[in-house]
T-cell receptor, first 114, second 114 residues
Framework: DTAVSQTPKYLVTQMGNDKSIKCEQNLGHDTMYWYKQDSKKFLKIMFSYNNKELIINETVPNRFSPKSPDKAHLNLHINSLELGDSAVYFC?????????????FGPGTRLTVT | AQKVTQAQTEISVVEKEDVTLDCVYETRDTTYYLFWYKQPPSGELVFLIRRNSFDEQNEISGRYSWNFQKSTSSFNFTITASQVVDSAVYFCALPGQGAQKLVFGQGTRLTINP
């Protein structure tokens, strides 16, 4: 049973295109995240949603637009892709109760912009 | 603001050696959690441990052990009798303010040579 899943795993596209990455969690968590990992492996928060509401937006360009149709899904849409958007994007969800603060990550989506 | 420093960018050891990965953190919170994650070459982020700040007992899980010292703001990770499968990038992390996100260290790339 996959806890946090992302599609696609790999995404290769040209500059200027628009693309989406989908994320789903079956853990029943209320809070979901998008993180970006750059080529130096540095991980940084982009967005956080709690029960479909945006709670964190870490100065991400407005070309990036997250959408949460329900609390189990958090999708990331990127407009007008740029070379610098090439990275691995991780979706995560946060536990509750005794697993509060623990974040469980999806397998990542490697985005390559050419 | 919360900050995590992993000063060791890369470590390379021979199989069966013990190795310690350092993590130093800064936080204004009086109670907090600390985490370690493993990122193997396949790319996923694997949760290893969560530690409460009010519990300074060392934790051992098989060949893995963690030494938490609040006085020095450190949460070091030791692998005993390392194996090639331990080769990965290891991240230390703690929740950001409001605990709504994780702040990661820069990661330590550990290579275990046969």
């Amino acid at each position: 049973d996959t806890a946090v899943s992302q599609t696609p795993k790999y995404l290769v596209t040209q500059m200027g295109n628009d693309k989406s990455i989908k994320c789903e969690q079956n853990l029943g968590h209320d809070t979901m995240y998008w993180y970006k990992q750059d080529s130096k492996k540095f991980l940084k928060i982009m967005f956080s949603y709690n029960n479909k509401e945006l709670i964190i937006n870490e100065t991400v360009p407005n070309r990036f637009s997250p959408k949460s149709p329900d609390k189990a899904h958090l999708n990331l849409h990127i407009n007008s892709l740029e070379l610098g958007d090439s990275a691995v994007y991780f979706c995560a969800s946060r536990g509750t109760g005794t697993q509060a603060y623990e974040q469980y990550f999806g397998p990542g989506t490697r985005l390559t912009v050419t | 603001a919360q900050k995590v420093t992993q000063a060791q960018t890369e470590i390379s050891v021979v199989e069966k050696e013990d190795v310690t990965l350092d993590c130093v953190y800064e936080t204004r919170d009086t109670t907090y959690y600390l985490f370690w994650y493993k990122q193997p070459p396949s790319g996923e982020l694997v949760f290893l441990i969560r530690r409460n700040s009010f519990d300074e007992q060392n934790e051992i899980s098989g060949r893995y052990s963690w030494n938490f010292q609040k006085s020095t703001s450190s949460f070091n990770f030791t692998i005993t009798a390392s194996q090639v499968v331990d080769s990965a990038v290891y991240f230390c992390a703690l929740p950001g303010q409001g605990a709504q996100k994780l702040v990661f260290g820069q990661g330590t790339r550990l290579t275990i040579n046969p």
